[in-house]
Protein backbone atom coordinates (compact mmCIF):
# COMPACT_ATOMS: atom_id res chain seq x y z
CA UNK A 1 0.00 0.00 0.00
CA UNK A 2 1.44 3.44 -0.75
CA UNK A 3 0.91 6.31 1.80
CA UNK A 4 0.84 9.74 0.61
CA UNK A 5 2.14 12.92 2.84
CA UNK A 6 0.23 16.03 2.10
CA UNK A 7 2.35 19.41 2.78
CA UNK A 8 0.50 19.45 5.84
CA UNK A 9 1.44 15.99 7.14
CA UNK A 10 5.01 15.97 5.62
CA UNK A 11 5.75 19.72 7.73
CA UNK A 12 4.75 17.77 10.68
CA UNK A 13 6.45 14.49 9.91
CA UNK A 14 9.63 16.78 9.76
CA UNK A 15 8.97 18.54 13.03
CA UNK A 16 8.57 15.68 14.85
CA UNK A 17 11.94 14.58 13.21
CA UNK A 18 13.18 17.23 13.98
CA UNK A 19 12.02 17.47 17.82
CA UNK A 20 13.20 13.83 18.48
CA UNK A 21 16.98 14.56 16.85
CA UNK A 22 17.01 17.67 19.35
CA UNK A 23 15.76 15.34 22.56
CA UNK A 24 18.12 12.92 21.74
CA UNK A 25 21.44 15.23 20.98
CA UNK A 26 20.77 17.27 24.34
CA UNK A 27 20.30 13.62 26.19
CA UNK A 28 23.59 12.70 24.43
CA UNK A 29 25.34 15.44 25.59
CA UNK A 30 24.39 15.73 28.75
CA UNK A 31 24.93 12.87 29.44
CA UNK A 32 28.70 12.50 27.79
CA UNK A 33 29.43 15.85 29.56
CA UNK A 34 31.53 15.76 32.75
CA UNK A 35 29.68 16.39 35.89
CA UNK A 36 30.79 19.57 37.17
CA UNK A 37 30.57 21.16 40.76
CA UNK A 38 28.46 25.11 39.98
CA UNK A 39 28.04 27.12 42.62
CA UNK A 40 24.77 26.78 44.71
CA UNK A 41 21.86 28.77 43.74
CA UNK A 42 17.91 28.49 43.01
CA UNK A 43 16.61 25.49 40.26
CA UNK A 44 16.10 27.15 37.40
CA UNK A 45 12.50 26.12 35.60
CA UNK A 46 12.53 25.16 32.14
CA UNK A 47 13.05 27.77 29.12
CA UNK A 48 12.94 30.98 31.44
CA UNK A 49 15.46 29.87 34.27
CA UNK A 50 15.66 31.55 37.24
CA UNK A 51 14.59 34.60 35.61
CA UNK A 52 11.04 34.46 37.66
CA UNK A 53 12.98 35.93 40.71
CA UNK A 54 14.00 38.62 39.28
CA UNK A 55 11.82 41.80 39.90
CA UNK A 56 11.70 44.89 39.10
CA UNK A 57 14.79 46.57 40.91
CA UNK A 58 17.29 43.64 40.08
CA UNK A 59 20.48 44.46 42.62
CA UNK A 60 17.69 43.99 45.24
CA UNK A 61 16.46 40.13 43.78
CA UNK A 62 19.86 39.67 43.88
CA UNK A 63 20.77 40.33 46.90
CA UNK A 64 17.91 38.62 48.80
CA UNK A 65 18.85 35.32 46.66
CA UNK A 66 22.71 35.99 47.83
CA UNK A 67 21.01 35.95 51.70
CA UNK A 68 19.95 32.36 50.89
CA UNK A 69 22.80 31.09 48.61
CA UNK A 70 26.18 32.84 49.51
CA UNK A 71 27.91 35.69 48.28
CA UNK A 72 28.90 33.23 44.73
CA UNK A 73 25.92 32.48 43.51
CA UNK A 74 24.64 30.27 40.22
CA UNK A 75 21.61 30.91 38.05
CA UNK A 76 20.44 30.55 34.61
CA UNK A 77 18.89 33.44 32.99
CA UNK A 78 17.21 31.41 29.98
CA UNK A 79 19.70 29.74 27.82
CA UNK A 80 22.58 31.24 29.48
CA UNK A 81 24.34 30.25 33.19
CA UNK A 82 25.09 33.43 35.38
CA UNK A 83 27.57 33.93 38.65
CA UNK A 84 26.72 36.45 40.83
CA UNK A 85 29.08 37.73 42.78
CA UNK A 86 27.97 39.74 45.94
CA UNK A 87 30.99 39.99 48.04
CA UNK A 88 34.34 42.22 48.46
CA UNK A 89 36.05 38.85 47.92
CA UNK A 90 34.38 37.45 44.91
CA UNK A 91 34.70 41.33 43.45
CA UNK A 92 38.17 41.54 44.11
CA UNK A 93 38.83 37.79 42.32
CA UNK A 94 36.46 38.86 39.02
CA UNK A 95 37.83 42.46 38.88
CA UNK A 96 41.64 41.36 39.86
CA UNK A 97 42.68 37.91 40.94
CA UNK A 98 41.02 36.92 37.68
CA UNK A 99 40.28 40.18 36.45
CA UNK A 100 41.79 39.11 32.29
CA UNK A 101 39.63 35.86 32.32
CA UNK A 102 36.56 37.98 32.85
CA UNK A 103 37.47 41.10 31.05
CA UNK A 104 34.99 39.96 28.04
CA UNK A 105 31.59 41.20 27.42
CA UNK A 106 28.28 39.23 26.51
CA UNK A 107 26.25 40.14 23.10
CA UNK A 108 23.32 42.17 24.51
CA UNK A 109 20.47 43.93 22.16
CA UNK A 110 21.73 47.16 23.96
CA UNK A 111 25.52 46.92 23.00
CA UNK A 112 24.18 46.10 19.30
CA UNK A 113 21.76 48.91 18.79
CA UNK A 114 22.53 51.55 20.97
CA UNK A 115 26.45 51.32 21.13
CA UNK A 116 27.07 51.15 17.62
CA UNK A 117 27.04 47.32 17.75
CA UNK A 118 29.46 47.44 20.26
CA UNK A 119 31.78 50.39 19.25
CA UNK A 120 31.87 51.70 22.39
CA UNK A 121 33.86 51.93 25.59
CA UNK A 122 31.41 50.20 27.97
CA UNK A 123 30.17 47.45 25.39
CA UNK A 124 33.01 46.43 23.11
CA UNK A 125 34.57 43.06 23.72
CA UNK A 126 37.93 42.57 25.12
CA UNK A 127 40.50 42.71 22.30
CA UNK A 128 42.63 44.48 20.03
CA UNK A 129 40.01 47.41 19.43
CA UNK A 130 39.05 47.49 23.27
CA UNK A 131 43.03 47.88 24.05
CA UNK A 132 43.29 50.73 21.38
CA UNK A 133 40.05 52.04 22.93
CA UNK A 134 40.83 52.23 26.52
CA UNK A 135 44.54 53.55 25.94
CA UNK A 136 43.09 56.28 24.48
CA UNK A 137 40.75 57.02 27.09
CA UNK A 138 43.77 56.88 29.45
CA UNK A 139 46.42 58.90 27.72
CA UNK A 140 44.00 61.33 25.73
CA UNK A 141 40.75 62.05 26.44
CA UNK A 142 40.96 61.80 30.72
CA UNK A 143 44.69 62.30 31.36
CA UNK A 144 45.51 64.52 34.39
CA UNK A 145 46.66 66.96 31.74
CA UNK A 146 43.35 67.46 29.53
CA UNK A 147 41.33 67.49 32.57
CA UNK A 148 42.78 70.40 34.24
CA UNK A 149 42.89 72.03 31.06
CA UNK A 150 39.20 72.03 31.07
CA UNK A 151 39.30 73.03 34.43
CA UNK A 152 37.34 76.97 33.76
CA UNK A 153 34.82 75.07 31.96
CA UNK A 154 33.64 73.43 35.61
CA UNK A 155 34.31 76.61 37.51
CA UNK A 156 31.84 78.70 34.76
CA UNK A 157 29.34 75.98 34.72
CA UNK A 158 29.68 75.77 38.96
CA UNK A 159 29.07 79.46 38.54
CA UNK A 160 25.70 79.31 36.95
CA UNK A 161 24.32 76.61 38.89
CA UNK A 162 25.08 78.54 41.96
CA UNK A 163 23.42 81.49 40.29
CA UNK A 164 20.33 79.76 39.25
CA UNK A 165 19.61 78.31 42.52
CA UNK A 166 19.96 81.97 44.06
CA UNK A 167 17.62 83.58 41.15
CA UNK A 168 15.31 80.99 42.91
CA UNK A 169 15.61 81.99 46.63
CA UNK A 170 12.32 80.76 48.50
CA UNK A 171 10.57 78.84 45.70
CA UNK A 172 10.55 74.54 45.46
CA UNK A 173 13.24 73.78 42.86
CA UNK A 174 13.46 70.25 41.05
CA UNK A 175 17.14 69.65 42.22
CA UNK A 176 17.47 67.28 39.18
CA UNK A 177 16.92 70.06 37.05
CA UNK A 178 19.64 71.74 37.99
CA UNK A 179 22.21 69.39 38.52
CA UNK A 180 21.38 68.02 35.26
CA UNK A 181 22.10 71.00 33.47
CA UNK A 182 25.07 71.58 35.07
CA UNK A 183 26.57 68.51 34.27
CA UNK A 184 25.51 68.64 30.93
CA UNK A 185 26.85 71.65 29.58
CA UNK A 186 30.40 70.95 31.90
CA UNK A 187 30.79 67.48 29.61
CA UNK A 188 28.97 68.88 26.32
CA UNK A 189 31.48 71.32 26.19
CA UNK A 190 34.50 69.17 27.40
CA UNK A 191 33.23 66.70 24.67
CA UNK A 192 31.71 68.58 22.07
CA UNK A 193 33.23 72.20 22.33
CA UNK A 194 30.14 74.03 23.40
CA UNK A 195 26.72 74.29 24.61
CA UNK A 196 25.22 71.99 21.59
CA UNK A 197 22.22 72.45 24.20
CA UNK A 198 21.53 75.54 25.34
CA UNK A 199 18.35 76.91 25.58
CA UNK A 200 19.63 80.62 24.83
CA UNK A 201 21.20 79.07 21.38
CA UNK A 202 18.19 79.63 18.87
CA UNK A 203 20.31 77.46 16.11
CA UNK A 204 20.59 74.55 18.55
CA UNK A 205 19.28 71.41 16.67
CA UNK A 206 18.01 69.34 20.01
CA UNK A 207 16.38 71.23 22.98
CA UNK A 208 17.79 69.99 26.54
CA UNK A 209 14.66 68.31 27.74
CA UNK A 210 14.74 66.24 24.53
CA UNK A 211 18.45 65.16 25.30
CA UNK A 212 17.50 64.60 28.65
CA UNK A 213 14.90 62.70 28.13
CA UNK A 214 17.45 60.75 25.63
CA UNK A 215 19.90 60.07 28.28
CA UNK A 216 17.22 58.64 30.62
CA UNK A 217 15.77 55.88 27.93
CA UNK A 218 19.35 54.95 27.00
CA UNK A 219 20.51 54.50 30.86
CA UNK A 220 16.90 52.78 31.31
CA UNK A 221 17.77 50.25 27.95
CA UNK A 222 21.19 49.53 28.83
CA UNK A 223 20.24 48.07 32.41
CA UNK A 224 17.00 46.25 31.82
CA UNK A 225 16.57 42.90 31.64
CA UNK A 226 16.32 42.06 27.96
CA UNK A 227 14.19 38.65 27.41
CA UNK A 228 15.97 38.22 23.85
CA UNK A 229 19.33 38.49 25.64
CA UNK A 230 18.73 35.22 27.78
CA UNK A 231 16.32 33.30 25.12
CA UNK A 232 17.55 34.28 22.16
CA UNK A 233 15.28 32.26 19.76
CA UNK A 234 12.43 34.58 21.47
CA UNK A 235 14.24 37.82 20.65
CA UNK A 236 12.58 38.29 17.30
CA UNK A 237 9.52 38.86 18.99
CA UNK A 238 10.68 41.35 20.82
CA UNK A 239 8.24 40.86 23.80
CA UNK A 240 9.09 43.47 26.02
CA UNK A 241 8.98 46.36 23.25
CA UNK A 242 12.48 46.62 24.61
CA UNK A 243 14.20 46.20 21.13
CA UNK A 244 11.78 48.54 18.77
CA UNK A 245 12.72 51.43 21.31
CA UNK A 246 16.28 50.90 21.12
CA UNK A 247 15.88 51.27 17.61
CA UNK A 248 13.91 54.37 17.94
CA UNK A 249 16.79 55.55 20.14
CA UNK A 250 19.44 54.93 18.05
CA UNK A 251 18.47 56.84 15.04
CA UNK A 252 17.66 60.18 17.14
CA UNK A 253 21.18 60.08 18.76
CA UNK A 254 22.73 58.49 15.35
CA UNK A 255 20.98 61.77 13.79
CA UNK A 256 22.60 64.18 16.86
CA UNK A 257 25.87 62.58 16.50
CA UNK A 258 26.25 63.38 12.61
CA UNK A 259 25.79 66.78 12.91
CA UNK A 260 28.27 67.07 15.69
CA UNK A 261 30.64 65.63 13.48
CA UNK A 262 30.44 67.51 10.39
CA UNK A 263 29.99 70.42 12.12
CA UNK A 264 33.32 69.26 13.70
CA UNK A 265 35.39 68.21 10.29
CA UNK A 266 33.57 71.50 8.99
CA UNK A 267 35.77 73.83 10.81
CA UNK A 268 39.10 71.01 11.22
CA UNK A 269 39.01 71.73 7.11
CA UNK A 270 38.72 75.52 7.42
CA UNK A 271 42.04 74.80 9.69
CA UNK A 272 40.72 77.53 12.09
CA UNK A 273 43.76 78.27 14.48
CA UNK A 274 41.75 78.89 17.23
CA UNK A 275 39.76 75.52 16.97
CA UNK A 276 43.17 73.63 16.30
CA UNK A 277 44.68 74.82 19.76
CA UNK A 278 41.34 74.59 21.89
CA UNK A 279 41.01 70.83 21.26
CA UNK A 280 37.41 69.28 22.38
CA UNK A 281 37.04 65.46 23.35
CA UNK A 282 36.02 65.18 19.49
CA UNK A 283 38.49 67.07 17.91
CA UNK A 284 40.95 64.24 20.02
CA UNK A 285 38.94 61.61 18.27
CA UNK A 286 38.80 62.48 15.00
CA UNK A 287 42.60 63.46 15.21
CA UNK A 288 43.35 59.83 16.47
CA UNK A 289 40.86 58.26 13.68
CA UNK A 290 42.99 60.04 11.08
CA UNK A 291 46.48 59.43 12.38
CA UNK A 292 45.83 56.32 14.17
CA UNK A 293 49.27 54.05 12.82
CA UNK A 294 47.86 51.14 15.11
CA UNK A 295 46.16 47.76 13.27
CA UNK A 296 43.04 48.63 14.69
CA UNK A 297 41.83 51.87 13.11
CA UNK A 298 39.11 54.07 14.92
CA UNK A 299 36.09 54.39 12.32
CA UNK A 300 33.54 56.95 12.10
CA UNK A 301 30.40 54.72 14.35
CA UNK A 302 33.38 54.40 16.62
CA UNK A 303 33.69 57.80 16.90
CA UNK A 304 30.12 58.68 17.54
CA UNK A 305 29.81 55.69 20.16
CA UNK A 306 32.86 57.14 22.01
CA UNK A 307 31.36 60.48 21.86
CA UNK A 308 27.78 59.30 23.18
CA UNK A 309 29.27 57.20 26.26
CA UNK A 310 31.06 60.03 26.85
CA UNK A 311 28.13 62.34 26.91
CA UNK A 312 25.91 60.41 28.62
CA UNK A 313 27.86 58.73 31.79
CA UNK A 314 29.65 62.01 32.17
CA UNK A 315 26.11 63.99 32.66
CA UNK A 316 24.10 61.17 34.90
CA UNK A 317 26.42 59.53 37.52
CA UNK A 318 27.29 63.33 39.46
CA UNK A 319 23.72 64.71 39.07
CA UNK A 320 22.45 61.68 40.31
CA UNK A 321 25.37 61.14 43.53
CA UNK A 322 24.55 64.65 44.00
CA UNK A 323 20.68 64.36 44.44
CA UNK A 324 21.08 61.32 46.65
CA UNK A 325 23.90 63.02 49.00
CA UNK A 326 21.33 66.02 49.41
CA UNK A 327 18.24 63.71 49.85
CA UNK A 328 19.87 62.02 52.48
CA UNK A 329 21.53 64.73 54.31
CA UNK A 330 17.77 66.45 54.53
CA UNK A 331 16.66 63.21 56.60
CA UNK A 332 19.92 64.01 59.30
CA UNK A 333 19.90 67.76 59.61
CA UNK A 334 22.92 67.02 62.37
CA UNK A 335 24.97 65.99 59.57
CA UNK A 336 24.28 68.99 57.24
CA UNK A 337 25.73 71.03 60.47
CA UNK A 338 28.98 69.31 60.61
CA UNK A 339 29.27 69.40 56.78
CA UNK A 340 28.75 73.36 57.23
CA UNK A 341 31.27 73.71 60.05
CA UNK A 342 34.16 72.49 58.81
CA UNK A 343 33.20 74.40 55.66
CA UNK A 344 32.91 77.62 57.48
CA UNK A 345 36.31 76.54 59.34
CA UNK A 346 38.20 75.67 55.91
CA UNK A 347 36.98 77.77 53.52
CA UNK A 348 35.23 80.88 56.02
CA UNK A 349 32.37 82.94 54.85
CA UNK A 350 34.17 84.83 51.80
CA UNK A 351 34.83 82.56 49.04
CA UNK A 352 33.42 79.64 47.71
CA UNK A 353 34.70 75.88 47.55
CA UNK A 354 37.95 74.95 44.52
CA UNK A 355 38.37 71.62 43.62
CA UNK A 356 41.94 72.22 45.15
CA UNK A 357 40.22 72.65 48.88
CA UNK A 358 38.57 69.16 48.45
CA UNK A 359 41.31 67.41 50.13
CA UNK A 360 41.22 69.68 53.22
CA UNK A 361 37.48 68.46 53.49
CA UNK A 362 37.68 65.18 54.66
CA UNK A 363 33.81 65.33 56.37
CA UNK A 364 32.71 66.38 52.79
CA UNK A 365 34.47 63.72 50.83
CA UNK A 366 33.36 61.11 53.93
CA UNK A 367 29.65 62.07 52.76
CA UNK A 368 30.64 61.72 48.54
CA UNK A 369 31.68 58.22 50.10
CA UNK A 370 29.08 57.14 52.08
CA UNK A 371 26.56 57.98 49.13
CA UNK A 372 28.31 55.70 46.84
CA UNK A 373 28.19 53.08 49.23
CA UNK A 374 24.34 53.48 49.33
CA UNK A 375 23.68 54.78 46.43
CA UNK A 376 26.39 53.42 43.82
CA UNK A 377 25.94 54.76 40.18
CA UNK A 378 25.89 51.65 39.02
CA UNK A 379 24.30 49.43 41.37
CA UNK A 380 25.44 45.92 39.24
CA UNK A 381 28.49 46.85 37.49
CA UNK A 382 28.11 45.87 33.61
CA UNK A 383 27.85 42.06 33.04
CA UNK A 384 31.05 40.70 32.25
CA UNK A 385 31.77 37.02 30.67
CA UNK A 386 34.49 34.33 31.21
CA UNK A 387 36.47 33.69 28.53
CA UNK A 388 37.67 30.08 29.20
CA UNK A 389 36.46 27.78 31.54
CA UNK A 390 37.53 28.26 35.33
CA UNK A 391 37.72 27.61 38.66
CA UNK A 392 36.71 30.11 40.96
CA UNK A 393 36.64 29.22 44.72
CA UNK A 394 36.28 25.51 44.03
CA UNK A 395 33.26 25.94 41.38
CA UNK A 396 33.58 25.39 37.89
CA UNK A 397 32.51 28.08 35.90
CA UNK A 398 32.22 27.26 32.13
CA UNK A 399 32.86 29.49 29.37
CA UNK A 400 30.28 32.22 28.44
CA UNK A 401 29.17 32.20 31.75
CA UNK A 402 27.81 36.00 32.48
CA UNK A 403 29.49 37.30 35.56
CA UNK A 404 27.45 39.77 37.48
CA UNK A 405 29.17 42.03 40.60
CA UNK A 406 26.54 43.01 42.83
CA UNK A 407 28.09 46.30 43.95
CA UNK A 408 24.84 47.68 45.86
CA UNK A 409 24.90 44.17 47.75
CA UNK A 410 28.49 44.74 48.99
CA UNK A 411 27.87 47.75 50.18
CA UNK A 412 25.12 46.48 52.98
CA UNK A 413 27.22 43.57 54.02
CA UNK A 414 26.72 43.80 57.68
CA UNK A 415 30.55 42.39 57.82
CA UNK A 416 31.67 44.95 56.04
CA UNK A 417 29.59 47.88 57.26
CA UNK A 418 28.14 48.40 61.15
CA UNK A 419 24.49 49.37 60.87
CA UNK A 420 24.96 49.07 56.82
CA UNK A 421 21.35 50.59 56.03
CA UNK A 422 22.25 53.65 58.19
CA UNK A 423 23.55 56.75 56.63
CA UNK A 424 26.94 57.59 58.38
CA UNK A 425 29.06 59.31 56.94
CA UNK A 426 31.08 59.04 59.84
CA UNK A 427 32.60 55.57 59.36
CA UNK A 428 35.07 56.95 56.92
CA UNK A 429 36.80 59.41 58.77
CA UNK A 430 40.51 58.27 59.48
CA UNK A 431 39.80 55.39 57.18
CA UNK A 432 42.47 54.81 53.93
CA UNK A 433 39.31 54.01 51.74
CA UNK A 434 38.75 55.60 48.35
CA UNK A 435 36.96 54.88 45.72
CA UNK A 436 39.40 54.64 43.06
CA UNK A 437 39.01 50.65 42.21
CA UNK A 438 41.38 49.73 45.00
CA UNK A 439 39.36 49.05 47.63
CA UNK A 440 36.91 46.13 46.91
CA UNK A 441 34.42 46.77 49.67
CA UNK A 442 33.45 50.20 47.44
CA UNK A 443 33.33 50.09 44.46
CA UNK A 444 31.15 53.04 42.50
CA UNK A 445 33.72 53.01 39.13
CA UNK A 446 34.40 49.19 39.27
CA UNK A 447 37.78 47.69 38.99
CA UNK A 448 40.22 46.50 36.70
CA UNK A 449 40.45 46.96 33.35
CA UNK A 450 36.87 47.41 32.89
CA UNK A 451 36.40 50.02 35.47
CA UNK A 452 35.14 53.47 33.91
CA UNK A 453 38.18 55.10 32.80
CA UNK A 454 36.37 59.07 33.07
CA UNK A 455 35.69 58.47 37.09
CA UNK A 456 38.28 61.59 38.07
CA UNK A 457 36.56 63.59 36.30
CA UNK A 458 33.22 62.01 38.04
CA UNK A 459 34.39 61.85 41.25
CA UNK A 460 36.26 66.30 40.48
CA UNK A 461 32.43 67.19 39.62
CA UNK A 462 30.79 65.60 42.46
CA UNK A 463 33.20 66.38 44.82
CA UNK A 464 33.09 70.43 44.07
CA UNK A 465 29.88 70.74 43.53
CA UNK A 466 28.39 69.25 46.67
CA UNK A 467 30.71 71.23 48.74
CA UNK A 468 29.44 74.56 47.15
CA UNK A 469 25.94 73.59 47.50
CA UNK A 470 26.17 73.20 51.11
CA UNK A 471 28.58 75.88 51.71
CA UNK A 472 26.51 78.47 50.01
CA UNK A 473 23.15 77.47 50.94
CA UNK A 474 20.78 76.05 53.88
CA UNK A 475 18.48 73.70 52.80
CA UNK A 476 15.27 72.39 53.62
CA UNK A 477 12.01 70.46 52.48
CA UNK A 478 8.64 72.50 51.15
CA UNK A 479 5.42 72.80 53.37
CA UNK A 480 7.36 72.08 56.11
CA UNK A 481 7.48 68.39 55.24
CA UNK A 482 8.77 65.92 58.23
CA UNK A 483 12.39 64.46 56.68
CA UNK A 484 10.70 61.53 57.47
CA UNK A 485 8.51 61.61 54.87
CA UNK A 486 10.86 62.12 52.30
CA UNK A 487 10.27 58.82 49.86
CA UNK A 488 14.02 56.94 49.37
CA UNK A 489 12.56 54.69 46.18
CA UNK A 490 14.66 54.69 43.30
CA UNK A 491 14.32 52.94 39.85
CA UNK A 492 16.35 50.63 37.32
CA UNK A 493 18.11 51.70 34.50
CA UNK A 494 22.02 50.86 34.16
CA UNK A 495 21.97 53.35 37.27
CA UNK A 496 19.40 53.93 39.98
CA UNK A 497 18.13 57.32 40.06
CA UNK A 498 15.40 58.41 42.69
CA UNK A 499 11.96 57.89 41.66
CA UNK A 500 10.54 60.92 42.72
CA UNK A 501 12.88 63.62 41.82
CA UNK A 502 13.70 65.92 45.13
CA UNK A 503 11.91 69.18 45.59
CA UNK A 504 13.51 71.37 48.16
CA UNK A 505 13.79 75.05 48.75
CA UNK A 506 17.19 77.06 49.27
CA UNK A 507 18.38 79.81 51.46
CA UNK A 508 21.55 81.68 50.89
CA UNK A 509 23.76 81.58 54.09
CA UNK A 510 27.08 83.33 52.67
CA UNK A 511 26.99 87.47 52.09
CA UNK A 512 24.99 88.78 49.32
CA UNK A 513 27.81 89.39 47.29
CA UNK A 514 29.11 86.34 46.53
CA UNK A 515 26.05 85.46 44.54
CA UNK A 516 26.08 88.62 42.11
CA UNK A 517 25.76 87.78 38.66
CA UNK A 518 29.63 88.11 37.65
CA UNK A 519 30.89 86.53 41.20
CA UNK A 520 34.74 84.27 40.57
CA UNK A 521 34.59 81.12 42.44
CA UNK A 522 38.24 81.57 43.18
CA UNK A 523 37.53 85.10 44.63
Not at 317 to 331: C, D, P, R
Request: glycine letters at 6%; one cysteine or more; proline letters at 6%.
Amino acid sequence: MEISLTPTTSWAAYAVAWLATMVIALFCRRFHQKKLNLPPGPKPWPIVGNLNLIGSLSHRSLHQLSLTYGPLMHLRFGSFPVVVGSSMMMAKVFLKTMDVTFADRPKTAAGKYTSYNCSGIMWSPYGAYWRQARKMCLMELFSAKRLESYEHIRVEEMNSLLLGLFQSLGKPVLLKDYLTTMSLNVISRMVLGKRYLDESDQNSIITPEEFVKMMDELLLLNGVFNIGDSIPWLNFLDLQGYIKRMKILSKKFDWFLEHVLDEHNVARMRNDEQNRVSKDMVDVLLDLAEHQTSEVKLERHGVKAFTQDLLVGGTESSAMTVEWAISELLKKPELFKKATQELDRVIGQNRWVTEKDIPNLPYVEAIVKETMRMHPVVPMLVPRCAREDCNVAGYDIQKGTRVLINVWSIGRDPELWKDPQEFYPERFIGKEIDVKGQDYELLPFGSGRRMCPGYSLGLKVVQSTLANLLHGYNWKLPSDMNPEELDMEEIFGISTPRKFPLVTIVEPRLPHHLYSQRFDIYA
